[in-house]
């Protein structure tokens, strides 16, 4: 088993000891993302639409250092501070991922996220 740790300042640093991601062999775990922008380190902020575009140009980043793309993603865990919120992140979501392609989801409710955001996003990628 090969393990790789993946880093790119295209994505927010790590707000604790975790890795951005980790490749083992042809397997990527992306760490959960959540909006901050990697080039102020500031938390978007503005509505839960900007939020998951933010979270998303975080997870494709990490993907690039990793030389992989989403459609290399086949599974995504979704979590959410307010249920409510489930239709919005849906319509940013599904400009990422085709419907006929996406990958294996989850999206739970969680009382807290880190930094009190209301979304947070993982992955995990095959090559």
Known sequence: MSKNIIYTPEAPQPVGPYSQAILVDDTLYVSGQIAIDPKTGDLVTRDIEAQTHQVMKNL?????????TLDQVIKCSVFVQDMAMYQRINQVYSEYFDDQKAPARELVEVSNLPKYVDVEISLIAHK
Not at 60 to 68: E, K, P, V
């Open 60 to 68: 494709q980043a990490i993907l690039s250092a990793a030389n992989m």
